[in-house]
DNA sequence: TCGATAGTTCGATATTTTTCGAACTTTGGC
DNA sequence: GCCAAAGTTCGAAAAATATCGAACTATCGA
């Protein structure tokens, strides 16, 4: 499987973040990564098709805001909490409450 | 002359919000009102017809980004500063600078 | 090796945004 | 009242995004 591009934390744009959280379905997804920790891509579909939802998860993914790896047959998303609070600091406390763990 | 869409503090939208700074110019404007203060329309405009640039400041204004008034002929716009901060606190200092003032 | 599961990619269509010229409005000055 | 300056609004065309089905890929288990 060829691998999306991953921007490295200092590549972050924040134009490219603005977009992506424009849109109420990653904001949403971004809020839960914050709150419930890594996630499937199907924890998170709301009644969508899986291309649909593969398509913002890929948006989400070339902004920066998250990273997937693989884990048996799902692929496991996580925001990027760290790398987005070094390159952008205080914008993820606007966006998500901070997951207690 | 009809006014435009101001949304109160407490109906700026985060998704509204994405979307306006999802646009190079417009990010562009609103680090510029945050560093220089108040401008009008066209102390801003880079070449683009006025058209555009009016197109641009309406999306700001209406997302609750900046504030209009008339100062004779011209229209000064304003960040909301305040507004923005105490609806979501922190997001304007991942955007822009603060102003020396 | 054969299914089944979880996503991804492709392609086509629909929706939303952006762009820009032309006509219009408002205000100030002569 | 008339003109100029600064924006706004309208409408149409171009560009970017979103949506969704169908075909494809990768991994696990039997």
């Known amino acids: 499987m060829r691998h999306a591009r991953l921007p490295a934390s200092e590549e972050i744009a924040l134009e490219d973040v603005f977009h992506a959280l424009s849109d109420p379905f990653r904001l949403e997804v971004v809020r839960r990564l914050a709150t419930e920790g890594e996630q499937s891509c199907q924890a998170l579909e709301g009644d969508r098709p899986k291309s649909s939802v593969s398509h913002h998860f890929r ?7 998250i990273r997937t790896r693989n884990e048996g047959v799902t692929r496991m998303n996580a925001l990027r909490r760290d790398d987005i609070e070094q390159r952008f600091p205080g914008l993820l406390a606007c966006v998500a409450p901070r997951r207690d763990d």
């Open 59 to 65: 948006v989400l993914r070339e902004a920066g805001l």
